[in-house]
């Protein structure tokens, strides 16, 4: 079980410069989700996908744009790069939950991004 | 909106000392609390998950409370070592249809000296 991989590890693009973060997870996971983390902010939420076909938007979702063909994986595609995006980008993934109980979330690596 | 706050910000303490860390939301009506360990450069490593219906959680050295009426959860560390030196995190999800979005505090810095 490689859990939920990242790639790439670290990333500098130039401003308007477009590129796709890549994640992956081999759990079966339905609930799939990126978040920003940004000094002195936390991490926020800026995308979500509870299965195959369904994606739906978080707190900061302006500039990128996702979409869920496959259980596995939840890419992540920065339109139009620019300063404000340099962060490291954290993927999550778990079972979805019920009314009964809910699941850990599982987080991969991180992308370092920085945008000149 | 839900805001999640972590006191202290940061704590320094000897090697063998028992710590709380504390973690405060606004809006009671979560789903679960998730608290996370995170080392510098790398990422999350999940602790423990305290459901919404649960009061405390233990994981060996590891003891998270939850009280949702008051807003707070503690996580507590028994004879803290150099290697739990780390930033911890909690967060929240709120009880909404999937309960999975958390909202996560700034983060207590912590470093255990020898």
């Known amino acids: 079980n490689a859990g939920v991989t990242q790639t790439p590890k670290f990333q500098v693009l130039k401003t308007g410069q477009s590129m796709t973060l890549q994640c992956a997870q081999d759990?079966?996971?339905?609930?799939m989700s990126w978040y920003r983390q940004d000094p002195g902010m936390g991490l926020r939420l800026i995308h979500y996908s509870v299965g195959a076909g369904i994606t739906d938007q978080g707190e900061v979702p302006n500039g990128y744009n996702v979409s869920r063909s496959t259980t596995e994986d939840f890419p992540l595609r920065l339109l139009s790069a620019a300063p404000s995006q340099t962060s490291v980008y954290f993927c999550?993934?778990?079972?979805?939950?019920?009314?009964?109980?809910?699941?850990?979330?599982?987080f991969g690596p991180g992308t370092r991004l920085t945008v000149t | 909106k839900q805001e999640v706050t972590q006191i202290p910000a940061a704590l320094s303490v000897p090697e063998g000392e028992n710590l709380v860390l504390n973690c405060s939301f606004t809006d009671s009506a979560i789903y679960n609390l998730q608290w996370f360990r995170q080392d510098p450069g790398k990422g999350l490593t999940s602790l423990l998950l305290i459901q919404s219906s649960q009061r405390e959680q233990t994981s060996g050295r590891l003891n998270a409370s939850l009280d949702k009426s008051s807003g707070r959860s503690t996580l507590y560390i028994a004879a803290s070592q150099p290697g739990d030196s780390a930033t911890y995190l909690c967060a929240v999800t709120q009880d909404d249809n999937y309960g999975q979005n958390f909202v996560f505090g700034p983060g207590t810095r912590l470093s255990v000296l020898p």
């Open positions: 999550a993934s778990s079972r979805t939950s019920g009314r009964m109980r809910s699941y850990e979330q599982y």
């Open positions: 759990m079966n996971h339905e609930y």
